[in-house]
């Protein structure tokens, strides 16, 4: 059983910044991939970054490239979202993802595919 437990949402301003952060506990292997989604109200749950935990690479939505940024700590079993110049188009709940298994190409963008995922923290950006 792997437990995700984000914290960091909240409410803020426009142009506004918040870091959200995710922690890992449960069965002691390494997660390949740790990824963050959204899902604003009555909209599907949609990709928002992820990273590859052993060549570090990282993906991102093009609605948030260049605004968010994804990192990892040294010990591994944490990832958190740090997010700039929000937009009231970023309010959602997000949520917090990990599969052991390497996502190949295009399936890391698909929620269908990811195993683990965190209760979700509440993100509202007011205009």
């Known amino acids: 059983q792997v437990q995700l437990v984000e914290s960091g949402g909240g409410l803020v301003q426009a142009g506004g910044s918040l870091r959200l952060s995710c922690v890992a506990s449960g069965r002691s292997f390494t997660m390949y991939h740790m990824g963050w989604f959204r899902q604003a109200p009555g909209k599907e749950r949609d990709f928002v970054a992820a990273?590859?935990?052993?060549?570090?690479?990282?993906y991102y939505a093009d609605s948030v490239k260049g605004r968010f940024t994804i990192s990892r700590d040294n010990a591994g079993n944490s990832v958190s979202l740090q997010m700039n110049s929000l937009k009231s188009e970023d309010t959602a709940v997000y949520y917090c993802?990990?599969?052991?298994?390497?996502?190949?190409?295009?399936?890391?963008?698909?929620?269908?595919?990811?195993?683990?995922w965190g209760q979700g923290t509440q993100v509202t950006v007011s205009s």
């Open positions: 993802a990990a599969d052991p298994r390497y996502l190949r190409g295009n399936r890391v963008f698909d929620d269908n595919d990811w195993d683990y």
């Open positions: 990273m590859n935990w052993y060549d570090a690479n990282t």
